[in-house]
């Protein structure tokens, strides 16, 4: 069975910084992998997927995440954060091996960008 | 192109009624994925539908709840005789089908947010 981990509860960084949201996963066959973004009382925004191909993803807003097979990551990055960033951070992951397959989310990251 | 529609946004219970809640998806989509999100949880997947077919209900408990996604009009999720542990967000999500569709990204509503009293 596939699972999501999200090791931070919440992540504070200043605005203009670098920030980071940590994700791993476990799935038994090829990794699917996400990142969703949730403002208050709003469903979740799609930032980015991973399918195949460069381990360097972009997406939205200025961000990116790293697929690291390895050490089975899939970070959230962002060179410079803006106030506007703050929100709850949900990784997912399917396993794309094993034909129709859920999401599994992690339970997400609260991130603080202060000014 | 209005994104996935959800209503109502807030739904009150008391103990033992019914709640229905429903979800049109974007247009062109035709597979709809029902989540549940409890307080400071991530999301749970409950049920995959595509028109007038459940494909995925293993995460939907087996008693007092149900979903539909019929031919015309919105999908439905439907708990019979709500208990207070039922409170929750519930997300509808939908996306394209696609010969690779299941791994097309899923497009979120607002949620509905349930309150059993």
């Known amino acids: 069975a596939q699972s999501v981990a999200q090791p931070e509860d919440q992540v504070n960084v200043a605005e203009g910084n670098p920030l980071t949201v940590k994700c791993t996963y476990s799935?038994?066959?090829?990794?699917?992998l996400f990142w969703y973004v949730q403002y208050p009382n709003r469903g979740l925004q799609f930032l980015l997927k991973?399918?195949?191909?460069?381990?360097l993803v972009k997406g939205s807003y200025g961000f990116e995440a790293e697929f690291n097979k390895s050490q089975t990551s899939f970070h959230l990055k962002k060179p410079s954060a803006l106030v506007s960033d703050s929100a709850l951070y949900f990784c997912?992951?399917?396993?794309?091996?094993?034909?129709?397959?859920?999401?599994?989310f992690g339970k997400g990251t609260r991130l603080s960008v202060i000014a | 192109n209005a994104g996935v529609m959800q209503n109502p946004r807030h739904l009150v219970r008391r103990r033992g009624q019914e709640a229905r809640l429903r979800c049109s998806p974007m247009?062109?989509?035709?597979?709809v994925y029902w989540y549940r999100q409890l307080p400071e949880e991530g999301l749970k997947f409950m049920v995959y539908?595509?028109?007038?077919?459940?494909?995925?209900e293993s995460g939907m408990p087996k008693e007092r709840f149900s979903a539909e996604f019929p031919k015309e009009g919105p999908s439905i999720l439907r708990i019979q005789q709500v208990v207070r542990g039922d409170s929750a967000a519930y997300f509808c999500?939908?996306?394209?089908?696609?010969?690779?569709?299941?791994?097309?990204?899923?497009?979120f509503g607002p949620g509905t947010r349930l309150t059993v009293l």
């Open positions: 991973y399918i195949t191909g460069d381990n």
């Open positions: 999500a939908s996306s394209h089908a696609g010969r690779e569709d299941y791994y097309n990204e899923q497009f």
């Open positions: 539908l595509q028109k007038e077919n459940i494909i995925d």
């Open positions: 997912a992951v399917r396993d794309g091996g094993s034909g129709n397959t859920p999401l599994v």
């Open positions: 247009k062109g989509h035709s597979h």
């Open positions: 799935v038994s066959g090829n990794p699917y």
